[in-house]
């Protein structure tokens, strides 16, 4: 069994000896010199390209919309939200976070004749745990808007011809997003390739303090040394050091049930598992800010960075391996509807013979009424 492990000098990083764990292990293995070069081919760090003409979906003329699509018909949906992350940062760090990662995307993507694209943030408020509630700053939809938003936001992207929707989050919110995916696919069974991916979970090795020059010193809390980092290296105009506070939360129980933000310790319950173990933000941290931001350095974000755009890249293209653009795995494999029956839903938009999912037959007992 051991040759099914790629082993590091840290006993609690080991990689599968797969493709994505092969990928991991050269990030990890990687001299600070070609990290740095990695993110260069991404051109990382860049100015945010959410009003930059050609870049999303919403930006860009419809005619290339549909001509990148051909090539690609992957869609990254960026999920963020508005909150409260302590005085020196600010409260869309979530969102510029994922936006400028899947930009990296984008733009190295389209360098290589077969652009992804990118759909503007549905959520700029998003879903948020009891432990927030109260916290100046921090604006919270209830869990029904998210997934309502969610769901109709992959209906319509599905309806243009993206039928491989990947939600790269970046917030407390994951069960809802995911709880969205497994209702969107109830309620309308159609086919296609859709996930969501907690980008920090998916590269959780690399913000492990592994007692590296270049690593974290703590582990990933919320507006912390993990997230400070990451946004000094993205978006340094954003953030504030001058004013930068430590604080740390309030646990009544003994150390050791509840994992940090990205699952490293692999503990009994994730984070999100329950509440009143606790105390709330409001009252343990009401600046916003659990763990030490003030040993944020941008140096400490590009290994994870780097990491994240390598594994993202490589998702596309394994995705458009299996499934070329303008193809879905089987019907009649993943739905519970025939193939004749999807025939005309699944043409090109707009030509003959097409239909909306909009004139999409109900099925099932899940169907909305």
């Known amino acids: 069994m051991q040759d099914r492990w790629l082993v590091t000098e840290h006993p609690a990083i080991v990689f599968e000896d797969n493709e994505v764990g092969r990928l991991k292990k050269a990030i990890w293995d990687a001299t600070e010199e070609e990290i740095d070069a990695i993110l260069k081919e991404y051109e990382i760090p860049s100015p945010s390209e959410l009003g930059k003409p050609g870049t999303y979906i919403q930006n860009t003329p419809r005619h290339k919309v549909i001509e990148k699509r051909k090539k690609n018909d992957i869609v990254f949906v960026p999920i963020g939200c508005t909150e409260n992350h302590g005085p020196h940062a600010c409260s869309g760090l979530d969102t510029f976070m994922v936006t400028q990662i899947l930009e990296g995307v984008r733009r190295y993507t389209a360098k290589q004749g077969r652009e992804v694209s990118l759909a503007f943030p549905p959520l700029n408020y998003g879903g948020h745990p009891y432990h927030h509630l109260g916290m100046p700053g921090t604006i919270v939809m209830p869990k029904e808007v998210v997934e309502e938003t969610v769901i109709y936001t992959m209906l319509g992207l599905w309806n243009d011809g993206f039928r491989k929707i990947i939600l790269v989050n970046n917030h407390g919110h994951l069960w809802m997003l995911e709880s969205a995916i497994q209702e969107f696919m109830k309620r309308f069974q159609l086919p296609g390739i859709f996930m969501v991916l907690d980008w920090h979970r998916a590269v959780r090795e690399f913000f492990y303090p592994a007692g590296r020059p270049d690593s974290l010193e703590t582990h990933f809390v919320h507006a912390d040394e993990a997230e400070t980092s990451v946004a000094l290296l993205l978006f340094p105009d954003m953030i504030d050091m001058s004013v930068v506070q430590d604080a740390e939360g309030e646990s009544f129980l003994p150390d050791g049930h509840f994992d940090k933000a990205v699952d490293p310790l692999r503990r009994p319950h994730r984070w999100s598992e329950g509440e009143g173990h606790m105390a709330i933000e409001r ?87």
């Open 283 to 369: 009252a343990a941290t009401p600046i916003g800010v659990v763990g030490k931001p003030s040993l944020a350095h941008p140096r400490k974000a590009k290994r994870p960075i780097a990491a994240i755009l390598r594994y993202l890249t490589l998702l596309v293209d394994q995705i458009l391996t299996a499934f070329p653009p303008g193809t879905v795995p089987p019907v009649e494999k993943v739905t519970l509807r025939t193939k004749e029956e999807l025939e005309p839903f699944l043409k090109e938009p707009g030509s003959p013979g097409w239909k909306s999912v909009y004139e999409l037959p109900a099925i099932g007992v899940f169907h909305k009424l």
